[in-house]
């Protein structure tokens, strides 16, 4: 069994198990580098402890998967596994890599917190209309307003809203039922569930309500009436996506994965993942992009600790530098932005119709955003064989 002393000089690749991290210097120094200024790494360290003991699966966790989701969640402020029900560390069985990794779900609560973030947001709530609610009335234009007072929730779900009160107003969104469900439906891990056989396990069918509820919030800030903050901003990217967190706890500039497969969930109990179940609230919960700006670490208030310390931030990207004068200075590995290049013209070569093209964006939207970033040329080269493929299936 490795000491505390041998398992706090280990380098992050020789770690050989998740309780390792706990005492690891450089796992600390990770997670000091990218945590919110009011997050401190020890306090997340404490929390995961708990988090392991409620959830013994994550103990079989790749442990730098579980580092890398654990950094994204200190960036963003969140405490996962702990009774605010912000986010949740959950071991999923990756059967192409034959590990279990760790992947991060940020809860409904999480997306509130995040959203009153913002100086201008007073209050913000999303709830679920449902048939045997005694008052339910919205109205758009001149009358606007949004009144509904929940009933024994036993009956069809008709809406999934949102409304947040601001400084200068009001605003609220309403969707029907027929919406949240096409929204589910195109859902990469909905999807890749389905396919399986396994949409019971997954929380769309487990927590529908709170996949609803941030389904409306999300839904908001898409409209432009919810002022976004950063850290929601980068919430929603993080979202209803796998992304393989191994590579950020080692690089948080390199790619996100492509060809990370949707996993199985060996959490268990899904009470195992749900405190608020424990606690009798019961009412709010639930993949992820690479974000070397956010993991410079932002405060509650959006600014980033090197802000804070009159720093830069994070490093520029490509682009950036190439603007600046001042060359590249992020270490970019010129095989892996061609390899992502080939396989997205792989793929776009494949789109049968408009719809698949659609699909496309969509599912390599992580791997887009990045050769964007690190590799405009490249980027452009695929986005024109983007447009001739729509216009050749037209």
């Known amino acids: 069994m490795t000491s505390i002393t041998e398992a706090k000089n280990k380098a992050l690749r020789q770690v050989g198990d998740v309780r390792e991290l706990l005492y690891n210097d450089q796992a600390l120094a990770q997670l000091n580098a990218v945590a919110a200024l009011h997050l401190r790494p020890e306090r997340m360290m404490r929390v995961v402890a708990n988090a392991i003991r409620n959830t013994p699966g994550l103990q079989e966790c790749d442990p730098l998967s579980f580092l890398g989701a654990l950094m994204e969640c200190a960036s963003l402020g969140l405490e996962p596994n702990g009774r605010l029900g912000h986010a949740y560390l959950v071991p999923f069985k ?83 039922w027929e919406v949240v469900m096409k929204t589910r439906e195109a859902s990469q891990g909905w999807r890749y569930a389905v396919s399986k056989g396994k949409e019971k396990e997954h929380p769309w069918h487990v927590y529908e309500d709170r996949m609803a509820a941030k389904t409306a919030v999300r839904a908001l800030a898409n409209r432009g009436e919810l002022p976004v903050s950063v850290e929601l901003m980068d919430a929603f990217d993080l979202d209803n996506r796998q992304t393989g967190f191994a590579q950020i706890a080692l690089n948080p500039n390199a790619p996100p994965e492509i060809d990370g497969e949707v996993q199985e969930d060996k ?11 424990k606690s009798g609230k019961g009412d709010d919960q639930a993949k992820a992009k690479s974000s070397a700006t956010r993991r410079g670490g932002r405060g509650a208030g959006g600014k980033s600790k090197a802000d804070a310390e009159g720093k830069s931030a994070a490093k520029p990207t490509s682009s950036q530098a190439e603007a600046s004068g001042k060359g590249n200075a992020v270490d970019i590995d010129q095989k892996q932005v061609d390899d992502v290049t080939t396989r997205l013209l792989s793929e776009i070569a494949d789109c049968e119709d408009d719809g698949s ?36 299936l037209a």
Not at 267 to 277: F, L, N
Not at 365 to 390: F, I, N
Request: charged letters at 30%; proline letters at 5%.
């Open 267 to 277: 959490s268990g109990e899904t009470e195992a993942v749900d405190p608020d179940k």
């Open 357 to 392: 093209v659609a699909e496309f964006e969509e599912m390599f939207r992580d791997q887009l955003h990045w050769l964007q970033a690190v590799d405009p040329a490249k980027y452009g080269e695929v986005q024109d064989a983007v447009t001739a493929r729509r216009e050749a």
């Open 94 to 176: 990756n059967s192409k890599k034959k590990i279990t990794e760790c992947q991060l779900i940020i809860g409904y609560k999480g997306f509130i917190d995040l959203a009153l973030r913002h100086d201008a947001v007073v209050n913000i709530h999303a709830d679920i209309h449902y048939s045997d609610d005694p008052e339910w009335s919205f109205s758009y234009g001149t009358r606007q307003h949004l009144h509904h007072v929940p009933g024994p929730q036993h009956g069809e779900k008709l809406h999934a809203y949102c409304h947040v009160k601001l400084r200068d107003g009001e605003a609220f969104v309403v969707l029907p």
